[in-house]
């Protein structure tokens, strides 16, 4: 392996040489240069995996200024920041005098003796804006391997730690893993922990000393879900800022700054601010603590080049889809190919998990692969919110059940709809105007994650406002796909798209697009050891990537089809007008859709179309059975 | 910080001093102030004027003793520290003419009153402010540019340095102005004119130059001056203001979120040396400062003597300051982004005028706050901006609202008001939902609204309420919810999660002063708007009385833990309710069926029954609609492209100035037209109601149809088409009867009607028996909701078969 080039290393000097030589030649470009270098840079062969990542290297073992990347979700945005894009520096014993680069840096940087002049005529204010990123939320364990697994980055740590995790490959360690995955969160780290190789769970221990106290005591890092870790970045954009939306997931690609100064700064400001003194009442300890917080815990990013992820699953390759086109092909193929044959797999699986109903597990997978392809107007298209219920309560059935999915889905959360739960937990985000940051909610998630609501953890009880809301902006994210953020004067509309499944005894009480009655072929008593088996990683690693290309296959009808379609729907109308209205026929479509994709036919069939209709019939045929006496329910 | 402690340990006054005369000399020192870093702009710093020692002769003892039960230490010396000019400009400019420019204008700019007698504006503020009756002075930019259009520009560009020299300007005027001493209203008042006198006393005789001048122009001042922006500046966008507006007077609009508390910012340090006793001034024009310690003076310095410096806060001058927090409005932030926000900093005048929550808009000269020592080496490359604010204005929600801004352009009127209008209008209400085109008309008419009467202290509504009810899933919250995004005032809420309270008003005890506070509801938050209320029958009895004042006298009474007031809440009432078993039984009366109180449904002008009825037609039609959705993404292309939802907000808006009112002449019709509904309504049993309510509605709803024609009366069609829609909205409810018993094609009803009209005329009039006159005919027939096509057709239908004739000029119908 070569060894790490400089422009990873130092990319501050690559930066300040191209400004440099703009300085004496009439080009004015070197902006845009330097973008395109480091852009052209990294489009070269494996060169972003030499990248280091902040996602499984602990901040300490990476070089400050040095190019990192970071996979990330933007959470908040700050207001723009003013800073000198061109300096002037002097030497007050020699009066020379000399122009520097601002940008993508925090903190002055001026030789021996020599002085920032800060009235210099040549000095240039430019303007940049800070995004506030962590790490995509819910991001499943074998995900994070699997990153850290195909990093090359070469990280040269400052003691004794034997980097050997870099390199390792994933088969290695999950055995470990899939042990315990679901609760991983509280999982304590044991001795073993080589064997058991999860990123964060060693930056635990290895960083327990800074970020831990650190974050517990003083500073929310402010994470969407509970219990998450990594770090959290201020990233610092200084083109197209307005191309970003909040909640997008990115790759960043960034020089790292973790100055001292910046801490020291935000000190002595902690020391000096007294609640009198009218300057510093425009930014109160809180906000300035929320916007510069200590550069060991949240370092700054300073944006060279970013790539949207449109998935998080690295079995996918994440560049291609716009770039090498041939290679995508090839791909998508190769998998179009297999993809009958790992549905039948996949379904297998599910119906085992699902205690042998195929049916529930058809519309598993259906429910999976959805995803909200589009918009009209307020209606969102393709969202596929399954409901299922019949859930058995004994054997913690739910439980496993998530853990499934856990494996198989690159980001999922699992949301115990308990009373408690209900009434204390914060969903949705909400503005703090004190500290004026966008305080994270549950529902802040990235596209396509997968929400696990278990309603069979629901007891009677009394819901507070805080629940109500609670159960109000669930069922708005269900019927909507968007959560309405908090900012306390008015509330603003976040579109999303997050899969949403239900799991209940009964009918549930939110909304949901699909209504699966669940019916166990399986003993209650066997049900534990039914349901303890869990595919090799391998076979896992191609059910990953099923479900994750299914998803971005496009889709198309054809005319004839539609008509076909069209007539059929007539026909329907026609024998029982009652039961059939265009909400069904919006949800039959969605069903045939899904059921061709997941097939890996790109268009609508007529087969497709009457087995999705089959399958409909059949589901309602259940529901009916299942259907609780009460009158005012459509 | 430093100020505020430095405050409080120096409070106690040094002793009274020894009397000496003394030599001051004089230092420069340079606060960094805010300067101007635009984008590129070359930046340079001036030094006001170079510096002259000044020396002042010690006063005589008489006069001191004079004033020593007012003065709390003997004025000895004076200094104070120079300051550079805030700001400096590309090109050196000769300040001082400009500076003559803001004179003459102050001086000389009057406006011409009704008998053309001369009004000099300023002039007259120039003299409340010399008499300290006046604190601020508001320099209109808009007269300005009727004197020099130039120098607005220059203002705009580089606000502060202008504030500066109009502020001078106004200072070297005010003597002028002063017509009679003035009584002084605080001790600083009286310091300074102490300080005036002192220095006219002790002055070097020698020396000619303005005494005014020895003090910071900051001390010796009392009033502010603030610039009104040119009314043809468009306020901005918070995100829109970058960084090349930095030194530029700028007008922004948001939600303010936060304010701090008005607290007294030290505008000029005055020390005194516990040595010498000289005074010493320090202006303060960065938000902190490092005070001074050793005094400066000639003697001190000279002696080694190690004067210290204390701080005397009655000798200083203080500013009232508040720090505001602005946040754009929701409707300007680009999706999927935060909305951003932007410090005020109000000082004077211009703090308490605006609360959290307020509307406002600002303008104020945009600046960059450089940071300072430590914090100036470390985080030299950033800078924190804020707004000065000049001038804060209040503005409420729905006048700042686009729509109302600009007029329609004539081209944006004639796309809307071509030929059929009105169902263009109401097929863009809802593009996306198939069909219903007499509720979606309906709900255009609710949107508009009707003329609200008041004669003689009775006031009758003119807000449409309509209530649709229908079998789930037929699209009823779609509707709700795109009017609610429509209106550009409204409120959506669903009856299961709303209380009475919740609607109406609830008492709160405020956390922080345990005040009782009146919260309005989403009633209240409707008023002039309207108020969607999704699941309507699902809400609680007790809470939906809450309602019935609403819907009939537009307010709500509140009688709560000792408040008692009444509310306005001037709202139309769009319900949804979903039939009490789930879907509509024909079989049982609507009463059974929707479960609301008569009390209640006849204060609805309309109800709709949406009902999801089996037809093949239909039914083909919505489902090439859904599959073409679905199949492309989009909306299937329609025969007229729907009109963007910001121009029918701009059309509504302009409808609704007008106030049309019922002609004289239509008076007898539409009386004929309500007896005739009141019988038909007893013979057949009717199960809806047709009251008062009715006629009144029928009222609202033809006004509410000349607004949208933008006429200023109401015509026959307008009436026509309201009892189409009444019609229409009462067939809903009845269709499924009626096509149980048997199906009654257009043709028979219009024959029956025509009879009618023909034994009518025999009865009443004494018309020749059986002869029927066409117009009455027709207008009998399109009061009940047929078109003329429909009876045209009825006509030709009926005389071919020969049941009767119609004359040569289709004027009259004889009966065979």
């Known amino acids: 392996m070569p060894s790490t080039p400089d422009w990873i290393n130092e990319p501050l000097a690559v930066v300040q040489g191209l400004f440099a030589s703009s300085q004496n030649g009439p080009s004015s470009e070197w902006e845009a240069k330097a973008v395109e270098f480091f852009k052209d840079r990294l489009k070269e062969k494996d060169a972003h995996t030499w990248v280091p990542s902040l996602n499984d290297v602990p901040l300490h073992y990476l070089k400050p200024n040095s190019l990192v990347k970071f996979r990330c979700l933007i959470q908040d945005m700050f207001d723009p920041e003013f800073y000198m894009g061109v300096y002037e520096t002097a030497d007050p014993a020699t009066k020379t005098k000399e122009l520097r680069c601002g940008k993508y840096r925090d903190v002055t940087e001026c030789g021996v003796r020599q002085q920032v002049d800060y009235n210099s005529r040549n000095t240039v204010t430019a303007e940049r804006q800070t995004f506030y990123c962590v790490p995509i939320p819910g991001e499943n364990a074998w995900v994070k391997d699997s990153y850290a697994g195909s990093s090359q980055a070469r990280v040269v740590p400052s003691t004794s730690y034997a980097p050997s995790r870099q390199k390792r490959s994933y088969e290695e360690d999950d055995e470990g893993d899939d042990m315990d995955t679901q609760p991983q969160k509280q999982r304590e780290p044991h001795s073993g922990q080589y064997q058991h190789g999860n990123g964060d769970c060693k930056r635990l221990e290895t960083e327990a000393p800074s970020s831990q106290v650190g974050s517990a005591s003083h500073l929310d890092l402010n994470f969407p879900l509970p219990g998450e870790k990594g770090p959290s970045c201020l990233v610092k954009v200084y083109e197209d800022w307005d191309s970003f939306k909040l909640n997008d997931t990115l790759e960043v690609y960034g020089i790292l700054s973790v100055s001292p100064a910046l801490s020291a700064l935000a000190d002595e400001k902690d020391a000096s601010s007294s609640f009198l003194d009218p300057s510093e009442s425009m930014e109160t300890a809180e906000e300035q603590r929320v916007h510069s917080p200590p550069a060991s815990l949240v370092p700054r990013l300073h944006m060279l080049y970013a790539k949207m992820l449109r998935h998080n699953n690295p079995l996918l390759p994440s560049v291609p889809l716009e770039d090498n086109s041939a290679c995508k092909e090839e791909l998508l193929s190769s998998t179009l190919r297999d993809m009958p044959s790992v549905r039948t797999e996949l379904l297998s699986f599910f119906t085992h998990v699902l205690l042998g109903d195929a049916l529930a597990a058809e519309y598993l997978i259906l429910h999976l692969i959805s995803t909200v392809y589009s918009r009209r107007d307020v209606l969102p298209l393709g969202k596929f919110t399954l409901n299922l219920s019949g859930c058995p309560t004994a054997a913690s059935f739910t439980e496993r059940l998530y853990r499934i999915i856990q494996q198989l889905v690159p980001s999922s959360f699992y949301l115990g709809m308990s009373l408690q739960n209900m009434n204390r937990m914060r969903l949705v985000p909400k503005k703090d105007y004190v500290a004026n940051r966008l305080v994270s909610g549950v529902l802040q998630l990235a596209s396509n994650t997968s929400l696990f609501l278990d309603e069979t953890q629901l007891e009677p009880g009394q819901l507070d406002p805080t629940g109500v809301s609670n159960v109000t902006a669930l069922g708005n994210l269900i019927s909507w796909q968007k959560v309405d953020y908090d900012f306390n004067y008015h509330q603003m509309e976040f579109s999303c798209s997050i899969n949403v499944l239900i799991a209940s005894e009964g009918r549930s009480l939110l909304p949901s697009d699909c209504q699966v009655h669940l019916q166990s072929q399986v003993p209650p008593p066997h049900m534990e050891d039914y349901m303890s088996s869990i595919p090799l990683t391998a076979q896992l690693n191609k059910l990953r990537l099923y479900l994750s290309v299914a998803r971005l296959l496009d889709y198309s009808i054809s005319d004839e089809v539609t008509k076909s379609v069209e007539d059929d729907f007539v026909d329907m109308r026609k024998d029982d007008p009652q039961s059939v209205s265009a909400d069904d026929l919006h949800r039959m479509l969605v069903v045939a859709r899904l059921l061709s994709l997941s097939l890996g036919q790109t268009s609508l069939s007529r087969d497709s179309w009457h087995r999705a209709k089959h399958m409909e019939e059949l589901r309602r045929s259940r529901v009916e059975q299942h259907k609780s006496v009460n009158g005012n329910e459509p | ?816």
Not at chain 2, 248 to 263: D, N
Not at chain 2, 653 to 672: G, H, M, N, W
């Open chain 2, 1 to 816: 910080m430093h100020n505020n402690s430095q405050l409080s340990r120096h409070r106690k006054i040094p002793p009274l001093l020894a009397e000496r005369s003394d030599g001051i000399g004089c230092r420069t020192r340079q606060t960094r102030a805010s300067s101007c870093t635009a984008t590129g702009q070359k930046q340079e710093l001036q030094v006001n004027e170079s510096w002259s020692s000044v020396i002042v002769k010690d006063p005589r003892c008489q006069f001191k003793r004079a004033f020593c039960s007012l003065l709390p230490f003997w004025l000895v010396g004076s200094r104070y520290l120079a300051q550079e000019s805030p700001f400096a400009a590309m090109a050196r400019k000769d300040y001082a003419a400009e500076k003559e420019k803001c004179k003459r204008f102050l001086q000389e700019f009057y406006t011409e009153d009704d008998n053309g007698k001369k009004v000099f504006k300023y002039g007259a503020q120039l003299v409340a402010l010399a008499h300290r009756e006046q604190v601020s002075l508001f320099v209109e930019l808009d007269n300005v540019a009727e004197e020099d259009p130039e120098l607005v520009e220059n203002i705009c560009e580089n606000a502060k340095r202008y504030t500066g020299l109009f502020a001078d300007a106004v200072h070297e005027l005010l003597p002028e102005y002063k017509e009679r001493d003035v009584v002084a209203k605080d001790s600083l008042d009286v310091y300074i004119e102490h300080r005036l006198m002192m220095e006219q006393r002790g002055r070097d005789p020698a020396d000619t130059r303005d005494p005014r001048n020895q003090y910071p122009p900051e001390l010796m001042r009392r009033f502010e001056l603030y610039f009104k922006p040119p009314t043809t500046t468009k306020p901005k966008v918070v995100r829109d203001v970058r960084a090349e507006s930095i030194g530029h007077l700028v007008t922004v609009r948001g939600i303010v979120t936060r304010a701090t508390e008005v607290k007294p910012m030290m505008a000029v340090a005055t020390y005194t040396c516990d040595q010498c006793g000289a005074e010493t001034y320090q202006p303060i024009q960065s938000p902190s400062f490092m005070p001074l310690v050793m005094c400066p003076s000639q003697e001190c310095v000279t002696n080694k003597s190690g004067g210290r410096l204390y701080l005397q806060t009655r000798g200083s001058k203080f500013v009232k300051f508040q720090e505001l927090r602005i946040q754009e409005h929701s409707d300007q932030v680009p999706v999927g982004n935060i909305p951003r926000s932007m410090s005020v900093y109000a000082r004077g005048e211009n703090t308490r005028l605006a609360q959290p929550g307020d509307h406002v808009a600002i303008t104020g000269v945009f600046l960059p706050l450089l940071s300072t020592g430590f914090k100036q080496a470390v985080q030299g490359l950033l800078s924190e901006t804020y707004l000065e604010a000049h001038c804060i204005t209040l503005m409420n929600k729905t006048e700042d609202d686009e729509l109302g801004n600009e007029e329609l352009t004539d081209e944006e009127l004639r796309s809307i008001t071509d030929e059929g209008f009105y169902e263009k209008l109401a097929g863009s209400i809802a593009p996306e939902i198939y069909g219903h085109e007499d509720v979606k008309k309906a709900l255009l008419l609710l949107l508009v609204g009707g003329v609200e009467q008041a004669p003689k202290g009775m006031k009758i509504r003119g807000n449409i309420n309509i209530c649709l009810m229908g079998d789930p899933g037929v699209a009823k919250s779609q509707l709700l919810s795109y009017i609610d995004r429509l209106a550009p005032r409204s409120q959506y809420t669903t009856g299961r999660g709303s209380s009475g309270v919740g609607l109406t008003a609830a008492v709160m005890r405020d956390p922080l002063t345990g005040e009782m506070t009146l919260e309005g509801g989403a009633l209240v938050l409707a008023d002039l708007g309207i108020c969607c209320i999704d699941e309507f029958d699902k809400m609680a009895d007790a809470d939906r009385t809450a309602i019935h004042e609403v819907m009939e006298q537009q307010t709500i009474s509140i009688a709560k833990a000792g408040i008692m007031t009444s509310l306005n809440a001037r709202c139309a009432i769009l319900a949804a309710a979903n039939p009490a078993y789930g879907r509509y039984n024909p079989k049982k009366s609507i009463e059974q069926n929707i479960q609301l109180p008569a009390a209640l449904l006849s204060r609805f002008d309309l109800l709709w029954l949406i009902q999801d009825k089996p037809d093949a037609d239909a039914d083909l039609r919505l489902a090439q609609h859904i599959t073409y959705v679905h199949q492309h993404c989009r909306q299937p292309p329609t025969h007229f492209t729907p009109i963007s939802m910001k121009l029918m907000r701009r059309y509504i808006a302009l409808c609704k100035k007008r106030q049309p009112v019922v002609p004289e002449s239509l008076a007898d019709y539409i009386t004929a037209a309500y007896v005739e509904m009141r019988k038909e309504a007893r013979v057949s049993k009717d199960t809806t109601f047709t009251s008062a309510r009715t006629l009144l509605s029928i009222l609202r709803l033809s006004t509410a149809l000349a607004r949208l024609r933008m006429m200023d009366s109401v015509e026959k069609e307008d009436v026509n088409e309201a009892m189409r829609l009444m019609e229409m909205s009462k067939d809903s409810l009845q269709a499924d009867k009626s096509s149980g018993k048997r199906t009654q094609r257009p043709a028979d009803v219009i024959f029956s009607l025509v009879r009618e009209l023909a034994t009518e005329g025999v009865a009443g009039r004494g018309g020749a028996g059986g002869v029927v006159r066409m117009a009455e005919a027709e207008q009998r027939c399109v009061s009940r909701g047929f078109t003329p096509a429909q009876f045209q057709e009825a006509l030709e239908e009926y005389e071919e078969l020969n049941v009767w004739q119609v004359n040569q000029a289709r004027t009259r119908i004889t009966f065979v």
